[in-house]
């Protein structure tokens, strides 16, 4: 199938070339990146891509999103069918597909840029269930778990509601840390007994290097891209009248992490950030 690609950032570089991997013909769009993978065809124009019956955009923001499906994708026919897997919140991708003239659907990721490279990322669908079962195969030369959510948007909802987890998870993991270097334990042994506690999430076991040895681990989330998610997720909620203190003490931190100027440093440098808060050095 010839597909349209927008975004080649760490996420959307590896996608888009697996789905060259998987047969399908890529038109690949990112005038910020550069180059095109080499199994891609680079395309000078982001409208240029509404010459392919499927879109799929993987950008950073909402903005970014609503200018491409809105405006580049005019020329696209009206059973031209796009697919957001950008994190840009279910208000904002329900409008555009109640707005634009093609078909939307949204397609959000769970997994680090590694877990993209080979495949392995989990997403979440919002859309029907014909639209779902259409996309599914072209979702899963990208993903290794298709889940439907429910109509469009629900993807989304669904990528933000992880993520509040995500951002929770990681200030846990930083607390008890400091916890138990407070207590005098080796952060080694701690995190190898976390690891295999009832606290063990799958989470916690392969961000181990990111926490411990953070000069050497590679960045597979951001703080940025975390904080902005963690930034819609609590929109959501604040627009329903929910109050979500874990999260606002998460986005807090994240804050903070950005503020010292760790914005593109993983997110597990949430634990550095706690450790200035505390006037700590690194252990």
Not at 8 to 23: D, E, F
Not at 43 to 66: F, H, K
Not at 83 to 102: D, K
Request: proline share 5%; aromatic share 4%; net charge negative.
């Amino acid at each position: 199938m010839l597909i349209g690609f927008a975004g080649l950032g760490r996420m959307g570089r590896p996608m888009a070339r697996n789905l060259a991997r998987a047969g399908h013909t890529v038109l690949a769009h990112d005038p910020a990146v550069g180059a095109a993978p080499d199994e891609a065809t680079a395309v000078g124009a982001a409208a240029e891509l509404a010459a392919a019956p499927l879109t799929i955009s993987m950008l950073p923001d909402g903005a970014t999103t609503r200018r491409l499906v809105l405006d580049d994708l005019v020329g696209a026919g009206s059973d031209h069918l796009h697919i957001v897997m950008g994190t840009a919140g279910p208000e904002l991708v329900r409008a555009l597909a109640s707005a634009a003239g093609v078909g939307v659907v949204d397609a959000p990721v769970s997994g680090s840029v590694g877990m993209a490279e080979s495949a392995a990322i989990t997403t979440m669908v919002g859309g029907t269930a014909e639209q779902f079962e259409w996309v599914r195969p072209v979702l899963a030369a990208m993903t290794s778990a298709q889940f439907h959510t429910g109509p469009v948007g629900s993807g989304s909802a669904a990528k933000l509601a992880v993520n509040a987890v995500l951002a929770a998870l990681s200030q846990g993991v930083a607390e008890g840390l400091l916890v138990a270097e407070a207590g005098e334990l080796d952060p080694k042994v701690f995190y190898d007994v976390l690891r295999n506690s009832a606290a063990g999430a799958p989470y916690v076991g392969y961000k181990e290097e990111a926490f411990l040895s953070p000069d050497s681990a590679g960045v597979a989330a951001p703080v940025s891209l975390i904080r902005k998610d963690l930034g819609l997720a609590l929109e959501l909620a604040h627009r329903r009248c929910l109050s979500l203190p874990g999260s606002e003490a998460a986005y807090a931190l994240l804050d903070a992490a950005a503020e010292a100027g760790l914005g593109e440093k993983d997110m597990a440098q949430v634990l550095t950030a706690l450790r200035l808060r505390n006037n700590l050095r690194a252990v």
